[in-house]
């Protein structure tokens, strides 16, 4: 019986090369194919995990073979963006299979694949540590009422930038904050018809939150990373309402609702994540990138989408 593994698709052979030393350590053996043909005809004899595939996934032929790895047991799509491929995002995002998007100016952020890896191999998704350094403290906050989210978000920009990271740190950390709790205590939750019954109260108004509707904000920051974490416990986010959001984020009107909120923090933050268990729970991760001491970033962001298994 065939072993599973991860494929690679990339043609380039010093990216081939990066990308097995990275994921050497995950426990399972990294195949390569050079373009989707040579993709496909290795699906037919390998059990991959893992799909990984280089920025041209929004070739005609990108289609058929991410089709056959999801019949072939993939559990998902990896796209490896250089930043010089950011006009490639439109139809990447177009094709609806690509659950992982990594974007960075080197062929490839090791942390950030690694992470992606493990989680998804692992079954492994939630909480921010994962891309923080070890013994990084994350600040914890529960909300027990709606009108608390104007004073936790105030606060939370003030606490930024007293660590000295910065205004875009502090600016967007809010931003996202805001939007987060807000899609968390409006648009999660649902009745056992699937009604969101409280989508259309107003955002500004003031709700009791039992335990059942209590919102968690945590965040840390280790010095790369400032990670802003916001669990709700409906666990109503799905997987395609996610892609709708990230494709209007920046290419058509997002609409109302939890898409708008979710396309805002992925145009403002550096790397968005979404751990999702059905039913259960949402988390959803943002990455604010502090390492530039002017606020250059990549001009697009990298995204996960992880649903429980």
């Given at each position: ?5 991860i ?37 037919a ?21 991410l ?33 992982n ?24 998704l ?16 529960a ?36 939007e987060?709790?807000?899609?968390a ?11 969101h019954?409280?989508?259309d109260?107003?955002?500004?108004g ?60 992925y ?15 949402t ?16 001009p ?10």
């Amino acid at each position: 019986m065939t072993a599973p593994s991860i494929l690679l698709v990339h043609p380039d052979r010093r990216a081939q090369r990066i990308v097995q030393r990275v994921l050497a350590g995950v426990g399972y053996r990294v195949e390569i194919a050079e373009d989707f043909a040579h993709g496909l005809a290795r699906l037919a004899e390998l059990q991959p995990r893992l799909v990984v595939v280089d920025g041209s996934a929004a070739a005609p032929s990108a289609a058929p073979f991410l089709t056959a790895a999801r019949a072939a047991g993939a559990e998902a799509c990896m796209a490896l963006l250089d930043a010089a491929q950011v006009a490639e995002i439109p139809r990447i995002l177009g094709l609806g299979a690509v659950t992982n998007l990594l974007v960075h100016p080197m062929p490839v952020l090791g942390e950030e694949l690694t992470v992606t890896a493990q989680k998804l191999l692992r079954d492994d998704l939630f909480g921010a540590e994962k891309y923080l350094l070890w013994g990084t403290e994350l600040e914890a906050i529960a909300l027990t009422r709606a009108s608390q989210r104007t004073h936790i978000v105030g606060a939370l920009a003030d606490q930024v930038r007293a660590r000295g990271l910065g205004p875009r740190a502090a600016s967007v950390a809010m931003l996202v904050a805001d939007e987060l709790i807000s899609n968390a205590v409006h648009n999660a939750p649902v009745d056992d018809a699937g009604v969101h019954y409280r989508a259309d109260l107003p955002r500004d108004g003031d709700l009791a939150l039992d335990p059942r509707h209590q919102v968690a904000l945590r965040w840390g920051c280790d010095g790369r990373y400032l990670a802003v974490e916001v669990t709700d416990t409906f666990g109503s986010l799905d997987r395609d309402t996610i892609l709708r959001a990230l494709v209007a984020s920046g290419f058509k009107d997002a609409g109302g609702g939890a898409g708008m909120g979710i396309a805002l923090a992925y145009r403002s933050c550096d790397h968005l994540v979404f751990n999702l268990a059905p039913g259960k729970r949402t988390e959803v991760i943002a990455l604010i990138d502090v390492r530039s001491p002017h606020g250059e970033r990549v001009p697009a962001s990298s995204y996960n989408v992880f649903v429980e298994r």
